[in-house]
Nanobody, 124 residues
Framework: QVQLVESGGGLARAGGALRLTCAAA????????MAWFRQAPGKEREFVAV????????SYAEVVKGRFTISKDNAKNTAFLQMNSLKLEDTAVYYC?????????????????WGQGIQVTVSS
């Protein structure tokens, strides 16, 4: 059974930083991408960032580019999201997601595996 477990969320001030971790267990063998999505109250879940675990290819949503960095530790099947220069509008529940394939993907329905989500709140 595949499990994705997020950690590291919480409360930060605007301009501050947080680091999210996603630990994956039980992934079938193959090539995977791990991504972060987020959902603010009353809004659709949106793509934030993705990294391919083999190639290391990354991609970011425009709204976080230059502020957020996604990285990985293949040995531990773990992905990280370093969030710097946080803004009030970054407040959301952040979800880790995984999908099998050779390409990075931004599309939520294409992800088969999801974590439970973790709250990130940015205050002024």
């Amino acid at each position: 059974q595949v499990q994705l477990v997020e950690s590291g969320g919480g409360l930060a001030r605007a301009g501050g930083a947080l680091r999210l971790t996603c630990a994956a267990a039980g992934l079938p063998s193959g090539s995977y991408s791990m991504a972060w999505f987020r959902q603010a109250p009353g809004k659709e879940r949106e793509f934030v960032a993705v990294i391919h675990l083999l190639s290391g290819q990354t991609s970011y949503a425009e709204v976080v580019k230059g502020r957020f960095t996604i990285s990985k530790d293949n040995a531990k099947n773990t992905a990280f999201l370093q969030m710097n220069s946080l803004k009030l509008e970054d407040t959301a529940v952040y979800y880790c997601a995984g999908r099998q394939g050779n390409m990075v993907d931004f599309t939520r329905p294409n992800y088969a595996y999801w974590g439970q989500g973790i709250q990130v709140t940015v205050s002024s």
